[in-house]
């Protein structure tokens, strides 16, 4: 069974600084699809990035760019220049493949940032 | 503003109410999803459905109800809720097929059972 961790329950950065948040997975599909989206307190769930386990290279998007180890099973994202409107929680996905069936998100716990002054 | 559309945003109901949540995109995405979460804990899928059919029902107990009357359009029924229902319900949809589509979430609908 596919499954994702994030071991940071809540971290503080300070502004503009860069900060990793971590996230490891399993799973025995040789294909698959890691997101991460952020949430903030008013409930959306925002979509940052995407990583396919076949990408040679790290997906980069803006600010947020993902740190993909695949022989490790770990995708960080890593946020540059933190801003205050970071402060938000963050979730880990893999995509369960399921043939015309949508596409299942397994979640991670999320991690709560916070951005400080 | 998201593409994807969830009404009413906040809703408080007793436990002998009927109410319905609705959700609505417009980006032609034939699969759409309902998720439930509790406070600060990932979202859990409630049901998938895939081309207007229910295709995956997580064990949702029945006073859940999902409907799917087009391809913009999902609702959840709700009928003889319990205050442990009390969560924010998400709706979100995806183009199917497409491995690296990410999933749409709308802004969630609130719920308080009384």
């Known amino acids: 069974a596919q499954k994702i961790t994030q071991t940071q329950p809540g971290m503080f950065v300070q502004e503009k600084e860069a900060v990793t948040l971590d996230c490891t997975y399993d799973?025995?599909?040789?294909?698959?699809?890691l997101f991460w989206y952020k949430q903030p307190s008013s409930g959306e769930m925002i979509f940052l990035i995407y990583?396919?386990?076949?990408?040679?290279q790290n997906a980069t998007e803006g600010r947020y760019s993902l740190n993909f180890q695949k022989a490790r099973k770990s995708a960080n994202l890593v946020i540059s220049a933190s801003q205050l409107g970071d402060s938000a929680m963050y979730f880990c996905?893999?995509?369960?493949?399921?043939?015309?069936?949508?596409?299942?998100?397994?979640f991670g716990q999320g991690t709560e940032l916070s951005v400080k002054p | 503003d998201t593409e994807v559309t969830q009404t009413p945003k906040h809703l408080v109901m007793g436990m002998t109410n009927k109410k319905s949540l609705k959700c609505e995109q417009h980006?032609?995405?034939?699969?759409m999803y309902w998720y439930k979460q509790k406070a600060k804990k990932p979202p859990e899928l409630m049901f998938v459905?895939?081309?207007?059919?229910?295709?995956i029902n997580e064990s949702v107990p029945s006073r859940f109800s999902p409907e799917c009357p087009n391809s913009s359009l999902l609702n959840l029924h709700l009928h003889a809720l319990q205050p442990e229902d009390s969560a924010l319900y998400l709706c979100a949809s995806s183009q199917e097929g497409q491995d690296n589509q990410p999933q749409h979430f709308g802004d969630g609908t609130r719920l308080s059972i009384l």
């Open positions: 980006m032609g995405h034939r699969a």
């Open positions: 459905y895939s081309y207007e059919k229910l295709s």
């Open positions: 799973t025995s599909d040789q294909s698959y699809g």
């Open positions: 990583q396919g386990s076949y990408d040679e």
């Open positions: 996905a893999m995509r369960e493949r399921l043939y015309n069936q949508g596409g299942k998100l397994i």
